[in-house]
């Protein structure tokens, strides 16, 4: 198996300045860079830049992937952790989920990467969809949901090196299997089950309203006068709209009282909620089988109406659907000469008896010396026993 690595950093609160741009062009000579984003592919070699660097300067989201069992993410909380020390302790092992706070300021780089043997987990190709669950993950932690703390230590849990008999669940964020968006998409990058989230809910409460954080949004929104209403809106529409976002939401959260989110303690293995997963999945592989045999005699119901509407016309007039065969067979293609073998055995059963067996058996002999080369429509014929 060949080496392949994919690293991507997004600028996702602002653009780089000119000074953050040349620090992240210094980096590698064969990345591409822009304001917004760095990413490099290798075969071989490694990324010898300054990742946490990047993400002090500019950057917020860090992605790595290697084909030989690294899988990581790096996010950059400007504020630090919303949530008091002895509330994301119990998730943040400092191994595998490791939180490292800046040496000045709030701000800190939360780091996850579980260990993996090469060939463990089914590779990647795209990564636009885990770039964007480990930006709508962050934007959870920034806001103060527990949810996405929770679903980075389902993801951290998953190592070689952890026991999931022995490692316990930290307590479980009240509507879990309500996160918002396409988070979970990164359990499916750390090579996870997205059911895991379904698993985890069982017994534990919906989100509250106190929590909900679309309500404070719009409380902040109907507070605002007309002219700090269009103030706003022209900032939108004439500066960075992405960074002025990040600047209000970080308003609106200053604004609010501190956020205690709801858990409920079960104490569950990590084994244990692999094994409900394993469960949810059957149950679910179970119903879509269900339906999808269901859709199936619905399709064949169907077609076997039409097919019968069809061998009526046929009767009708028989010599508009010889032509049709006839057709088909001319147009070529694997398909068209199923499609001219099928209007011939319907016809015979059609017209029926022994004059509807000679018709078609003549016919498809007037084809099959017509197109003397074309063995794909003879062995069509054939399977419909018109010929010999």
């Not at 999931?164 to 396409?182: F, R, S």
């Amino acid at each position: 198996m060949s080496e392949y690595q994919y690293l991507e950093f997004q600028a996702v609160d602002r653009p780089l300045n000119d000074k953050q741009l040349a620090f992240a062009e210094r980096q590698s000579s064969r990345a591409e860079v822009s304001r917004r984003s760095l990413t490099v592919e290798y075969h071989y070699s490694d990324f010898r830049g300054d990742v946490d660097g990047l993400l002090r300067s500019g950057f917020d989201v860090f992605l790595h992937y290697a084909n030989y069992g690294v899988r990581e993410i790096r996010l950059r909380l400007p504020g630090g952790f919303p949530f008091r020390k002895i509330v994301w302790s119990k998730f943040v092992d400092g191994e595998r989920l490791k939180w490292s706070k800046d040496t000045t300021g709030k701000g800190g780089i939360l780091k996850l990467r579980p260990y993996h043997e090469a060939g463990e987990i089914e590779e990647a190709w795209e990564f636009v969809e885990y770039i964007d669950a480990a930006i709508q993950i962050r934007e959870r932690l920034i806001a103060g949901d527990l949810r996405g703390l929770y679903l980075l230590w389902l993801c951290a849990a998953d190592d070689d090196y952890n026991d999931p008999n022995e490692t316990i669940e930290p307590p479980v964020p009240h509507g879990i299997a309500e996160l918002p968006g396409q988070s979970e998409n990164l359990l499916t990058f750390f090579g996870l089950d997205t059911l895991l989230l379904k698993a985890a809910a069982e017994g534990v409460e919906n989100t509250p309203a106190s929590v909900a954080l679309d309500n404070a949004l719009e409380d902040w929104v109907r507070s605002l006068s007309v002219e700090q209403s269009k103030a706003l809106l022209t900032r939108f529409l004439v500066e960075d709209s992405q960074a002025i976002k990040t600047e209000t939401l970080a308003e609106i959260r200053d604004a609010q009282p501190s956020i205690s989110w709801p858990a409920t303690e079960k104490k569950r293995t990590f084994n244990q909620l692999l094994e409900r997963c394993n469960v949810l999945r059957s149950e679910e592989t179970r119903i879509r089988q269900q339906e999808a045999d269901a859709k199936s005699k619905r399709e064949a119901a169907n077609a076997e109406k039409e097919r019968l509407a069809r061998m009526k016309e046929m009767v009708a007039s028989p010599a508009k659907w010889l032509r049709k065969a006839e057709e088909m067979a001319k147009a070529r293609g694997t398909d068209n000469y199923k499609a001219a073998a099928d209007i011939l055995a319907d016809l015979r059963e059609a017209i029926g008896g022994e004059e509807g067996d000679k018709l078609a058996r003549r016919v498809a002999a007037q084809l099959a010396k017509k197109y003397p080369t074309l063995n794909l429509l003879k062995a069509a014929l054939r399977r419909r026993g018109l010929l010999d």
